[in-house]
Structures are given as structure tokens and as C-alpha cells.
């Protein structure tokens, strides 16, 4: 198959993926797997994830390409094995062209990309650049020119990965996560750390005595008022699993992400799920229900993945300033 054809094959997989994310279960057990491959873009997480698990009933631990596996992991890819297509991007260096002119009494700075130019100049074509006649600009460069390069993007390719089931030879041991918590339960210090840092370095203050407006309510945060109330009288680890929710919400309003309710529930509680696990904290209780608005459309979906991505990214490194705190269990750090 053509490289393009299976990049849109690949494309497609990732929305259809999104579907099967309805299911909670199923939806859990990809952030859980996420943790594993951070190193890798969204997208890509969500095709190792499709390919391995939805596919072949694979549990993703490690995945790397075909030469890094032998090279520095001392491994092969065993006969017959099939890789993992993910999407690399395609970066091109290009020949850009700047000039300087004057225009309506303003300084204006063209950059253009050097083929461009010359295909302007062959063939000059009427109209405007950047509102701008064509005419003027091609005199302008005419005048002044000064080259560069400079690299973009200009598409994607399909590379192969393989999961370390799939390869035999030097044993090898998954890097380890590092995770904050020693035991399973979240010490009352680290409460405090984080309502330490929230009013330091984000202004969020917490108040730990909050008044509910309905039973099951655990929690809310005031945008304007920088405020997050936790029920009052609630278990440590309920503070915690709460006060990750709520400042979820105060990373999505600081990013200013638009995202309607229901959309905005599943990012914070998703976000919480992810710190949570990655603190070492028992995330079996969490749950995370059916959202209507998870849909396969590419650009809700992309919105979301990627807000949770980029979001829990935000609040691991907040908990692990938080962490400073505690006495650190042994690690490694990957
Ligand atoms: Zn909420």
C-alpha cells in the first residue's frame, strides 16, 4: 500500500478507535496503559494501543523500532513478526527568501518560500500576496533579498515499532515508573503540600471545610473565585482523588480550553485518573462514565485526547513538586 494510503488508513483506525472508548472499561485501561509510553505523541499512543491491545490482545509494556532494539537493547525482532504502524512526521528543510519594503506608509516583512519566488517570477500571475499586489512584492525582492533555510512539516510517514513480546534475546527489563507513593494511602502531608502550592505558584486557595449543595457532591471549584471547597469530613484519599479533579478544572480554565460540561467532566476526571495512578495511588474505585460527547468526529476527539494529554502532563508535574515532601521511595527515573 502506498505510504499515503496507510497514513489515512492510520488516521481513520484512530477515529474509529475513539469509539470503542465509550466503554469505560476499556477507556480506563488506555489511560492505565498510557503511563507506560509517554515518550510517544497521542496519536501514537492511541495506535499502539489499537494495534497491540484491541487487536491482538497484546498488554503494551515497551515498544521501540527495529534498530533500537537490536542496537541497544541487545534484542531482535523474532520472524514473522508484524510491527506496530505510528506516524512520524515528515520535516523538510526549505529555501525561504525574506525582503523589507514599505507599504500604505507601514514596514512590512515578506518571507517566502524560495521556489514560490521563482515560480512568481516565471509566471507572474496577477492578484495579491497577503493583500498585497503580487507586482509590488516581486519588486521589492528584486531589491532586496536575503536567503535562509528554515525546516516545516509537510505531512506524515508510517513507521514500524515492535512490542517487546515480539522480540527475543538479552533479557530485558521494562524501565521502571516512578511513582511518589510508598503505600496505598495518601499521607495528610501531602495534602497539605498541595494547598501550599496551589495558592503559591497557580493563586487556587483550598478550603478543606466546604459545604456541599447536594449529596453526592464531593467537591467544586469557582473559576473567578480562584476557590476549590472539598466536602468537609471526607477520607484523606477522597481529598486527594477531589482536589486533583478541581484543579483539573483550574488547568482547563487557565488554558482556556472551550469545552461544553460534560466534555470538560471527563478531561478533569480523566486527569485525575492518570495523576492519580501515576502517584501510586489505587485507581479502581475511580469511575469514569459514559460520555455522550466522546465522539469519533476527528476534531472533538483530537481536542480532548489531546487537553488530557497535555493536562495530565501539567498536573503530574505539579504533584511531583508537591512530592518534594515526602521521603522518596527508591526509583528509577527512565
Ligand atoms: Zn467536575
Given at each position: 500500500?502506498?505510504?499515503?494510503?496507510?497514513?489515512?488508513?492510520?488516521?481513520?483506525?484512530?477515529?474509529?478507535?475513539?469509539?470503542?472508548?465509550?466503554?469505560?472499561?476499556?477507556?480506563?485501561?488506555?489511560?492505565?496503559?498510557?503511563?507506560?509510553?509517554?515518550?510517544?505523541?497521542?496519536?501514537?499512543?492511541?495506535?499502539?494501543?489499537?494495534?497491540?491491545?484491541?487487536?491482538?490482545?497484546?498488554?503494551?509494556?515497551?515498544?521501540?523500532?527495529?534498530?533500537?532494539?537490536?542496537?541497544?537493547?541487545?534484542?531482535?525482532?523474532?520472524?514473522?513478526?508484524?510491527?506496530?504502524?505510528?506516524?512520524?512526521?515528515?520535516?523538510?528543510?526549505?529555501?525561504?527568501?525574506?525582503?523589507?519594503?514599505?507599504?500604505?506608509?507601514?514596514?512590512?516583512?515578506?518571507?517566502?518560500?524560495?521556489?514560490?519566488?521563482?515560480?512568481?517570477?516565471?509566471?507572474?500571475?496577477?492578484?495579491?500576496?497577503?493583500?498585497?499586489?503580487?507586482?509590488?512584492?516581486?519588486?521589492?525582492?528584486?531589491?532586496?533579498?536575503?536567503?535562509?533555510?528554515?525546516?516545516?512539516?509537510?505531512?506524515?510517514?508510517?513507521?514500524?515499532?515492535?512490542?517487546?513480546?515480539?522480540?527475543?534475546?538479552?533479557?530485558?527489563?521494562?524501565?521502571?515508573?516512578?511513582?511518589?507513593?510508598?503505600?496505598?494511602?495518601?499521607?495528610?502531608?501531602?495534602?497539605?503540600?498541595?494547598i501550599?502550592?496551589a495558592k503559591?505558584?497557580e493563586d487556587v486557595v483550598v478550603n478543606l471545610?466546604g459545604?456541599?449543595?447536594?449529596?453526592?457532591?464531593?467537591g467544586y471549584y469557582v473559576p473567578s473565585e480562584r476557590t476549590i471547597a472539598i466536602?468537609?469530613?471526607?477520607?484523606?484519599?477522597?481529598?486527594?482523588?477531589?482536589?486533583?479533579?478541581e484543579l483539573?478544572h483550574h488547568?482547563?480554565?487557565?488554558?482556556?480550553?472551550?469545552?461544553?460540561?460534560?466534555?470538560?467532566?471527563?478531561?478533569?476526571?480523566?486527569?485525575?485518573?492518570?495523576?492519580?495512578?501515576?502517584?501510586?495511588?489505587?485507581?479502581?474505585?475511580?469511575?469514569?462514565?459514559?460520555?455522550?460527547?466522546?465522539?469519533?468526529?476527528?476534531?472533538?476527539?483530537?481536542?480532548?485526547?489531546?487537553?488530557?494529554?497535555?493536562?495530565?502532563?501539567?498536573?503530574?508535574?505539579?504533584?511531583?513538586?508537591?512530592?518534594?515532601?515526602?521521603?522518596?521511595?527508591?526509583?528509577?527515573?527512565?
Open positions: 500500500m502506498p505510504n499515503e494510503e496507510k497514513v489515512q488508513e492510520l488516521f481513520k483506525r484512530l477515529q474509529e478507535g475513539a469509539l470503542a472508548f465509550r466503554d469505560s472499561e476499556t477507556y480506563k485501561k488506555f489511560l492505565l496503559f498510557q503511563k507506560n509510553f509517554w515518550p510517544y505523541s497521542f496519536n501514537n499512543q492511541m495506535l499502539i494501543y489499537i494495534q497491540l491491545w484491541m487487536d491482538k490482545k497484546i498488554q503494551p509494556t515497551f515498544v521501540a523500532g527495529f534498530r533500537t532494539w537490536q542496537e541497544e537493547f541487545g534484542r531482535y525482532v523474532k520472524r514473522g513478526e508484524k510491527g506496530i504502524a505510528i506516524l512520524a512526521p515528515r520535516i523538510t528543510t526549505f529555501n525561504y527568501v525574506t525582503t523589507h519594503f514599505t507599504w500604505h506608509g507601514e514596514d512590512v516583512e515578506i518571507v517566502m518560500r524560495l521556489d514560490q519566488l521563482e515560480a512568481f517570477r516565471k509566471n507572474r500571475p496577477g492578484g495579491t500576496y497577503k493583500g498585497i499586489p503580487l507586482a509590488d512584492v516581486l519588486d521589492a525582492y528584486d531589491k532586496e533579498a536575503t536567503y535562509s533555510k528554515g525546516s516545516g512539516v509537510i505531512g506524515f510517514m508510517v513507521v514500524y515499532v515492535f512490542d517487546v513480546s515480539q522480540t527475543e534475546g538479552r533479557a530485558f527489563t521494562p524501565p521502571r515508573i516512578t511513582t511518589l507513593l510508598e503505600t496505598a494511602t495518601v499521607p495528610e502531608k501531602l495534602i497539605t503540600s498541595i501550599n502550592i503559591q505558584s471545610d459545604e456541599m449543595f447536594s449529596e453526592g457532591m464531593m466536602r468537609r469530613g471526607v477520607s484523606t484519599d477522597q481529598k486527594f482523588k477531589t482536589l486533583l479533579h483539573a488547568f482547563v480554565k487557565k488554558a482556556k480550553l472551550k469545552l461544553q460540561t460534560d466534555q470538560e467532566e471527563l478531561v478533569a476526571e480523566s486527569v485525575a485518573f492518570i495523576a492519580s495512578d501515576h502517584v501510586g495511588l489505587d485507581t479502581t474505585q475511580y469511575s469514569i462514565g459514559y460520555v455522550a460527547s466522546w465522539t469519533p468526529e476527528a476534531e472533538t476527539f483530537d481536542k480532548m485526547s489531546s487537553a488530557i494529554y497535555e493536562l495530565s502532563k501539567q498536573m503530574i508535574k505539579f504533584l511531583d513538586r508537591c512530592g518534594d515532601v515526602l521521603e522518596k521511595p527508591d526509583t528509577e527515573v527512565r
